[in-house]
């Protein structure tokens, strides 16, 4: 870590919400285009707490007019600390701080690539420091959304999640794979779970040889990659945007293990239904 994020973590009232949300177990630091994501580094699987800290004019999504998905989220509760100040004992409290952008429902148009959604059209509804709303209900309120700092502070909120992935990866489809490709595959899974969706840009040289692989043997890896742990780098949305690439040069293969997958039950239903949905229109 490096510049002011380390500032605001070394900063005494930070420090103590660190202890009191993570404890004194290992945790990660992700950086995200507008953000900063603390978590764990071994999380319960039902449940999670995480620490964002907003950059100043920062957000959650990749973008500000971007809203990310949550199909991991049974339910999600942000709670507003307020802005982090290196010379205060406790957060500084501003009104209307926070942007809440969402949609309340699941089914709305995503980019070509990514299981990202537009934010226009989105409701929208201001924040202020000190209080605790729901983010993501069962009723898809929330499942796609973004929280933007409107303000020029470094603002924390802690994230309470209860997960809903209760699938595992079936690493046998990666083992089955052959030689050459079970190294490609291992190689490429090790650094979306390192780097999530940074390896487009950092790992470029992992990810390109996972599209020269035989489909028949890649593509069901991949689609059980989509069970792959998510801790807050956009990991699964990584798989999915890998697997309609290959996808688009092999529709009618990847439809029928797609759908295949969706009548078993292997993975998200989300990610499967938007996958089959995008499959669909290469077809045609």
């Given at each position: 870590?490096?510049?002011?994020?380390?500032?605001?973590?070394?900063?005494?009232?930070?420090?103590?919400?660190?202890?009191?949300?993570?404890?004194?177990?290992?945790?990660?630091?992700?950086?995200?285009?507008?953000?900063?994501?603390?978590?764990?580094?071994?999380e319960p699987s039902d449940h999670c707490k995480r620490?964002?800290?907003?950059?100043?004019?920062?957000?959650?999504?990749?973008?500000?007019?971007?809203?990310?998905?949550?199909?991991?989220?049974?339910?999600?509760?942000?709670?507003?600390?307020?802005?982090?100040?290196?010379?205060?004992?406790?957060?500084?409290?501003?009104?209307?701080?926070?942007?809440?952008?969402?949609?309340?429902?699941?089914?709305?148009?995503?980019?070509?690539?990514?299981?990202?959604?537009?934010?226009?059209?989105?409701?929208?509804?201001?924040?202020?420091?000190?209080?605790?709303?729901?983010?993501?209900?069962?009723?898809?309120?929330?499942?796609?959304?973004?929280?933007?700092?409107?303000?020029?502070?470094?603002?924390?909120?802690?994230?309470?999640k209860k997960l809903n992935l209760t699938k595992q990866?079936?690493?046998?489809?990666?083992?089955?794979?052959?030689?050459?490709?079970?190294?490609?595959?291992?190689?490429?899974?090790?650094?979306?779970?390192?780097?999530?969706?940074?390896?487009?840009?950092?790992?470029?040289?992992?990810?390109?040889?996972?599209?020269?692989?035989?489909?028949?043997?890649?593509?069901?890896?991949?689609?059980?990659?989509?069970?792959?742990?998510?801790?807050?780098?956009h990991e699964q949305c990584t798989v999915f945007a890998?697997?309609?690439?290959?996808?688009?040069?092999?529709?009618?293969?990847?439809?029928?293990?797609?759908?295949?997958?969706?009548?078993?039950?292997?993975?998200?239903?989300?990610?499967?239904?938007?996958?089959?949905?995008?499959?669909?229109?290469?077809?045609?």
């Amino acid at each position: 870590m490096r510049g002011l994020i380390s500032e605001i973590l070394s900063a005494p009232v930070v420090h103590g919400t660190v202890n009191n949300v993570l404890g004194s177990e290992p945790y990660d630091v992700v950086e995200r285009p507008g953000s900063y994501v603390l978590s764990l580094k071994k999380e319960p699987s039902d449940h999670c707490k995480r620490i964002i800290v907003l950059k100043p004019k920062g957000f959650t999504s990749n973008s500000l007019d971007e809203l990310s998905s949550h199909p991991e989220a049974g339910e999600a509760t942000i709670e507003i600390k307020g802005a982090a100040r290196q010379a205060n004992k406790g957060y500084f409290p501003i009104k209307n701080c926070v942007e809440f952008v969402y949609h309340d429902k699941d089914g709305v148009d995503i980019q070509p690539y990514y299981p990202y959604a537009s934010a226009g059209g989105a409701l929208r509804e201001l924040k202020t420091s000190r209080t605790r709303f729901k983010v993501v209900k069962r009723n898809y309120y929330g499942f796609y959304h973004n929280l933007i700092n409107l303000t020029d502070e470094w603002l924390v909120l802690v994230l309470n999640k209860k997960l809903n992935l209760t699938k595992q990866v079936d690493y046998s489809l990666i083992e089955s794979a052959g030689k050459r490709q079970k190294a490609t595959l291992y190689s490429f899974a090790g650094a979306v779970k390192k780097k999530g969706d940074d390896i487009f840009k950092s790992e470029r040289a992992v990810v390109e040889p996972v599209y020269s692989l035989d489909p028949h043997a890649s593509l069901p890896a991949l689609i059980t990659l989509l069970n792959i742990e998510e801790k807050g780098k956009h990991e699964q949305c990584t798989v999915f945007a890998v697997i309609l690439r290959i996808a688009k040069k092999h529709p009618a293969l990847a439809l029928n293990l797609l759908e295949k997958a969706k009548e078993d039950e292997v993975a998200q239903p989300y990610y499967l239904r938007e996958l089959i949905k995008k499959v669909k229109g290469y077809s045609k």
